[in-house]
């Protein structure tokens, strides 16, 4: 990808996704193809644990195009019936 020029940017498009996962594998949520010349900013990401009885990982990573993961993947533990709270921030070095 060529390097897109953020300073001078021309458009902002705003997005807001979810994903209420239906299995314990890796799953993509946001993808941005080397081809598309967008750079993704994530402001934030929300996890919460609905489950009354069990503890779950909730692992967080990005990967380049190649499937490498950039950096070292963060993991959060979620103990039960946790609920998204406006405080609470995942960081992402």
């Known amino acids: 990808m060529a390097a897109p020029n953020i300073l001078g940017l ?33 402001n934030q990401i929300v996890a919460a644990n609905v489950n009354g009885t069990n503890a779950v990982d909730c692992t967080v990573a990005v990967y380049t195009n190649g499937g490498v993961a950039q950096g070292r993947p963060l993991r959060v533990a979620l103990p039960s019936r946790l609920r998204p709270q406006s405080q609470s921030r995942l960081m992402l070095r």
Do not use: C, E, H, R
């Open 10 to 42: 021309t458009t902002a498009t705003g997005k807001t996704t979810y994903l209420t996962p239906s299995a314990t594998t890796a799953v993509v949520l946001l993808q941005n193809a080397a081809s598309s010349n967008t750079v993704l900013k994530i």
